[in-house]
């Protein structure tokens, strides 16, 4: 599964949204300048994931966008499935098995079947509040790593 540029943004917003929601309500525009995402095209994910029920948003001086629901409740699972569908290595792991003339006993269909089970399982195990953990986590031994003496 290759993720598009609009599932990445998406993943990267809500990330920021976990990391900095505890702040209030957060302007598309910070999220911009924190990700690096075109403005333009991240109002545009932010309608979609609002749409989808992930986001809330308040118009306005003082407005914003926060999480729906809570970090833990929402997966990485959800945003891919919402914007890029139902992830398949090959069409035949997926529902249908087009043509193929060994669909019941391909052992290549069987192995890619388990690859594609196991990134569900990962990505359906995995909040944005483990994605938040972990993106501070990695920060600090970052910040460790390039500690200087002299």
Not at 30 to 36: F, G
Not at 93 to 114: D, W, Y
């Amino acid at each position: 599964m290759k993720l598009s540029t609009k599932g990445e943004y998406a993943m990267r917003a809500l990330l920021d949204l976990a990391l900095h929601g505890d702040e209030g309500l957060v302007q598309t525009s910070d999220i911009a300048d924190r990700t690096d995402i075109p403005v333009k095209y991240l109002e545009q994910i932010m309608l979609s994931l609002k749409s989808a029920g992930m986001l809330t948003s308040k118009r306005g001086i003082g407005g914003g966008y926060a999480l729906a629901r809570p970090a833990e409740e929402i997966s990485v699972g959800d945003v891919l499935r919402l914007l890029e569908g139902t992830p398949n290595i090959v069409s035949c792991a997926g529902g249908s098995m087009g043509t193929c003339p060994e669909k019941q006993t391909c052992s290549i269909r069987s192995v890619l079947m388990e690859v594609r089970d196991a990134m569900a399982r990962v990505v359906d195990q995995t909040s944005f509040a483990d994605l938040a953990s972990r993106s501070k986590e990695l920060k600090l031994k970052a910040s460790e790593r390039l500690m200087y003496h002299i």
